[in-house]
């Protein structure tokens, strides 16, 4: 009889063990995913995101007169520097650290090609229409 206690307390024991396991795990998956979306998907169709060391949306398409929010997720500083021999009316902006922005208006139309400075194999585009 006690032994028949001790069988049925154990496997009341691993139960327990394994409901929580089985609750725990999905929540624990769900934060992660929430939170990778947010910082992966920009806030606006006028936001880019630069995180792991690439701008994202990359191309970005607006309309004339949008102004542009770039926000910096990395820890390293970076900026947005047109390309040379892109249209009149690109960007070319200071370095900005982990959590700042960076704002441009374009106020013409055109595709433009830009990249940060410090890193050149950072590469993103704007697309302008008028
Ligand atoms: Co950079």
Redesign the pocket.
């Known amino acids: 009889m006690k032994n028949v206690l001790i069988a049925i307390i154990a496997i009341g024991v691993v139960a327990m063990g394994l409901v929580s396991l089985l609750r725990v795990q999905p929540v624990g998956i769900d934060t992660k995913q929430s939170k990778q979306t947010n910082m992966a998907r920009p806030a606006d169709n006028n936001s880019v995101v ?1 995180q792991n ?1 690439a701008f994202s949306p990359n191309p970005l398409k607006v309309k004339k007169g949008t102004t542009v929010t770039w926000t910096n997720n990395d820890i ?4 947005v520097v047109v390309d040379d021999g892109q249209p009149a009316g690109g960007p070319s902006g200071p370095l900005f650290g982990k959590n700042e922005t960076y704002q441009f208006t374009f106020a013409n139309a055109g595709t433009f090609n830009y990249h ?1 400075s ?2 050149p194999y ?1 590469k993103g585009v704007v697309e302008v229409t008028e």
Do not use: F, S, T, V
Request: hydrophobic residues 30%; glycine residues 0%.
């Open positions: 630069i060391y390293a500083k970076h900026n940060c410090p890193h950072m």
